[in-house]
């Protein structure tokens, strides 16, 4: 059994944090999303809701009675008073109106003559200027949220909007969290600094096993450097990922991160410096001459020694490095679409 097999659909971290799995293994999501319950005593925050599996909700709904404890009737505390949204993926934001149904009924469970306080909503807002995504199912998960289920900001919106530094105190210093926006995986995404534990909660930028996605490459590569550097002042050792196993030794695994990206963009660059590949006659090429490089070719080469299944999963990864080396004046594009996007080299 390897590691991710042996994880537990419940562990508890350390006094101040408890990992509820998603049960939504797969193969980007690994054994699930990770998600957790923050702090010593209730009210607890939550970090992130899993996509809405119904296997998740049990898992959830006992690591919560476990985690509070025995209550008397005088307690008239919410089990959780704040979720926190990493992102908009929906492997993270798909199973709130499950969990927010959870959270009212336990209440109503407890027969507490008190009146029901829902749980608040905190989320990074997106810029306003952002096109939409036909991938996001948030908006529709919003509009389709019970009255009553959740505490609205000020303005009436369901999302708290969180902001770079700030801080989470909802009920004790055991559940204190420091909000790090860290975008590049999506533009909303964030770290979450829990100095209780000494971690950081890194949600997909940086996983428990292998490397992440991201949309945006050099946002990506100043996002784990700044983690770093956070680490490494904070002395957040441990890692939290959003997927995956726990990681001890945190700054070495961030600083990995970004050594493998400056690798495969040196790795790129020097491909785009030697010749381009020589068509065929086939293709057309009746003087004999070379074609300049493509994002197909660049893949090509790069993963030569890899199953040719693997190239086109590649040629995202390729393609956003390329943009960020056109950003940085290293490339040029000289046209073409997609995978046949046709690139020369141009500066350093």
């Excluded at 009210?43 to 404890?69: C, M, N, Q, W």
């Excluded at 199973?95 to 009924?105: E, Q």
């Excluded at 948030?138 to 609205?152: E, M, Q, V």
């Amino acid at each position: 059994m390897d590691k991710l097999e042996a994880l537990a659909s419940v562990s508890r971290l350390s006094e101040n944090v408890v990992r509820v799995l998603g049960q939504n293994p797969g193969k980007f999501t690994l054994q699930g999303t990770n998600t957790y319950i923050i702090g010593q005593r209730r009210p607890f925050t939550l970090v992130d809701t899993g996509e809405g599996r119904e296997e998740y909700i049990p898992h959830l709904e006992s690591a919560l009675k476990d985690a509070r404890g025995p209550l008397d009737a005088t307690n008239t505390d919410a089990d959780v008073s704040d979720i926190v949204i990493s992102h908009w993926h929906h492997d993270h934001v798909g199973g709130l109106p499950a969990v927010l149904a959870l959270l009212r009924r336990l209440w109503d469970e407890r027969n507490v003559s008190a009146t029901f306080r829902p749980p608040r909503l905190h989320k990074f807002p997106a810029p306003a200027t952002l096109s939409p995504n036909p991938h996001n199912t948030l908006p529709a998960l919003l509009s389709a949220l019970l009255p009553g289920s959740y505490t609205p900001s000020p303005d009436g919106s369901p999302f708290h909007d969180l902001h770079d530094g700030q801080v989470l105190s909802p009920s004790s210093p055991s559940s204190q969290l420091r909000v790090l926006h860290t975008p590049g995986h999506t533009v909303d995404s964030i770290a979450l600094h829990v100095p209780a534990d000494d971690a950081l909660y890194t949600a997909d930028t940086v996983l428990g096993q292998g490397t992440a996605v991201f949309e945006d490459l050099a946002a990506y590569i100043a996002s784990l450097r700044r983690m770093l550097a956070f680490a490494e002042a904070e002395g957040a050792r441990t890692l939290y990922p959003g997927h995956g196993p726990v990681v001890k030794d945190g700054g070495a695994v961030i600083a990995t991160y970004i050594k493998h990206r400056l690798e495969r963009e040196a790795q790129i660059v020097g491909v785009l410096r030697s010749p381009p590949p020589v068509a065929s006659a086939a293709a057309g090429d009746s003087d004999g001459g070379g074609h300049p490089w493509t994002t197909w070719t660049l893949v090509a080469t790069i993963y030569a020694a890899y199953p040719e299944s693997l190239w086109l999963p590649a040629a995202r990864g390729v393609m956003l490095h390329l943009e960020k080396l056109e950003a940085d004046g290293v490339v040029k594009r000289l046209g073409g679409e997609g995978t046949d996007t046709r690139w020369e080299f141009v500066g350093q």
